[in-house]
């Protein structure tokens, strides 16, 4: 079983002779616990693929299945918890919310889920694991990068989802933090069978991954899977950025 798969998704923005043809004909299958790393150049539609799959926006045609749901077909309502329950998001600029410490940031997405409780151990775990438990209290300005983007990694681990979309999410990190997050990210990935896809613009994170797909004008362009999986490999140190 796929536990994402995209057939011949296009995206365009736009009206008439302002159209951007963001994603064409797109088709991909992703299989539980694949590390994905999507690269490509700078408006080759990375992102916007990313939101796709995130239920964030909407195709203009073509077909996004998430766990055997096909998120074009449910109502907004139904969309919104179904996100919130089975996919994290990480993005470059942490969004973190500044009137809230770390703790409650991370534990905004159950807050907002009426049918969901609050798992204090769980979040302890994250924020341990995270090296950010001591932060807890703190305030996102009160920060460095660093550990900003992990309490967002937390933020959207809190749910245990299925798949965690991340858009360059150590692009403003620096080399050192980047291997730490990066290893988080693996071992996440490996102990929850999570399966993640990643924008990153830096060849030596995508090296790490199971798989790299190559974008370029919209379209995959290349695909490379590495030779070993991710289940073989050290516990995400194993790598130079
Ligand atoms: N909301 C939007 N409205 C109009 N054009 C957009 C919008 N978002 C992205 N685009 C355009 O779509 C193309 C792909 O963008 P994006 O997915 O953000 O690329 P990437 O993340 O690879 O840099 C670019 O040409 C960009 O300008
Ligand atoms: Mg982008």
């Known amino acids: 079983m796929h536990i994402l ?24 299958k992703v299989s539980p616990g ?8 700078s408006g080759s539609g990375k992102s916007t693929l990313l939101n796709l799959i995130g239920g964030l926006d909407v195709p203009t045609s073509g077909t996004i299945w998430v766990k055997g749901k096909e998120i074009g077909s449910l109502k907004r309502k139904s969309l ?8 994290g998001f990480v993005f470059q ?9 770390v703790y409650d940031n991370v534990a905004l997405p159950v807050t907002f ?19 950010i438990w001591n932060k807890r209290k703190k305030y996102p300005q009160e920060l460095s990068g660093g550990q900003q ?16 979309l991340a858009d360059e999410p150590t692009g403003n990190l ?11 990210l693996k071992t996440s990935c490996k102990k929850y069978n999570q399966t993640i896809l990643m924008v990153t613009h830096n060849e030596g994170i995508a090296q790490i ?33």
């Open 209 to 241: 991954c199971d798989r790299i797909i190559h974008i370029e004008d919209g379209r995959i362009v290349k695909e490379n899977h590495s030779e070993r999986k991710s289940s073989d490999a050290e516990e995400g140190g194993d790598f130079k950025c």
């Open 174 to 184: 620096d080399s050192v933090t980047t291997v730490e997050v990066m290893g988080l």
């Open 34 to 41: 694949e590390f994905i790393a999507i690269v490509g150049t």
């Open 80 to 87: 919104t918890i179904f996100r919130r329950r089975n996919i």
């Open 113 to 131: 889920d009426s049918g969901n409780h609050v798992n204090h151990g769980y979040i302890e775990e994250l924020l341990k694991e995270l090296g």
């Open 149 to 164: 983007q992990r309490a967002a990694i937390a933020r959207a681990l809190v749910n245990k989802p299925a798949i965690l």
């Open 5 to 28: 798969e995209l057939r011949h998704v296009e995206k365009i923005y736009g009206e008439k002779e302002n159209q951007v043809k963001a994603l064409r004909d797109v088709s991909l």
């Open 93 to 101: 600029n942490y969004s973190l919310m500044p009137v809230l410490n």
